[in-house]
């Protein structure tokens, strides 16, 4: 079905307005075909109908529906490792020494399928080892789609997207289900609580500030004052000495931001 330049102008101004992803001009061909199915489920002649449909629609089922279908969850187990590395090394060191009440607070802002969550609570297992019950190491993972959220409740995964994982981490945190398909341990699995969040929401419901941050390979979907503006909020979010992890093909510069450049795609609140 064709979009007119009229309503590739509405959605993709409603996108970027409520959701923060800029869409160029180029990609009306993919935001034609990704919206295509939800057309048909939703009978509509044209996206004129279906943009009204969802702005209509008080349940609010269609935007969510919309919402998983324009988002790209692109993500693996060990994407961009020397993080986890370092995270491990430097990072947990540092904050086990530095926090005094035994509560690490770690936020996985736009966690996708759950691969980068689940990788970080079996580095926290493995790094606190039998201390870990007196430390609270609980991971917040949020996303826009309830899609992928769904996908990391379940914590299963396919033989190949696990390959990249320690042959270690596989034996202790991983239960085989078949020949295909692995299962996340519970001990792991329930050290991470997901919930729905938009990162354009004005303000974010939560009471602490947190150790460490990740959001990373989000930002490239988003223009420059939309990336800037979340980075403030992620920098009023973090406890001093907190760090943030942004991916490899972003970068903050000093005039955006009062965080400290620490490495490639790593950054510090002093």
């Known amino acids: 079905m064709h979009m007119t330049e009229m309503e590739f102008q509405k959605l993709s101004g409603f996108i970027k307005e409520n959701f923060g992803i800029s869409i160029k001009r180029e990609k009306k061909s993919i935001l034609e075909s990704k919206l295509e199915k939800n057309l048909y489920e939703e009978k509509c002649d044209n996206f004129t109908q279906y943009y009204r449909k969802i702005l209509e629609d008080k349940s609010g089922d269609k935007i969510v529906s919309f919402v998983n279908t324009i988002t790209t969850n692109h993500t693996f187990f060990m994407r961009e490792q020397d993080h986890f590395y370092y995270f491990k090394d430097e990072v947990l060191p540092y904050l086990k020494r530095q926090i005094k009440d035994n509560d690490l607070r770690i936020w996985c802002s736009a966690c996708s399928s759950g691969e980068e969550a689940y990788t970080i609570a079996m580095i926290l297992d493995e790094f606190f080892g039998n201390e870990k019950a007196t430390w609270d190491t609980k991971i917040l993972a949020t996303d826009l789609s309830t899609k992928v959220l769904s996908i990391a409740k379940k914590g299963i995964y396919s033989s190949e997207s696990v390959k990249p994982l320690p042959s270690l981490w596989k034996m202790n945190y991983l239960k085989k289900l078949d020949a295909e398909n692995y299962s996340i341990m519970d001990s792991i699995k329930n050290q991470v609580i997901y919930r729905r969040l ?73």
């Open 198 to 270: 938009n990162l354009m929401s004005r303000a974010f419901p939560f009471r602490k500030k947190f150790h460490a941050i990740f959001c990373r390979n989000v930002m490239i979907y988003f223009d420059n004052k939309t990336k800037i503006e979340l980075i403030n909020k992620f920098y009023d979010l973090t406890e001093p000495g907190g760090y943030l992890f942004i991916g490899h093909s972003e970068s903050i510069s000093r005039d955006e931001s009062k965080y400290k450049y620490v490495r490639p795609a790593v950054y510090r609140k002093e």
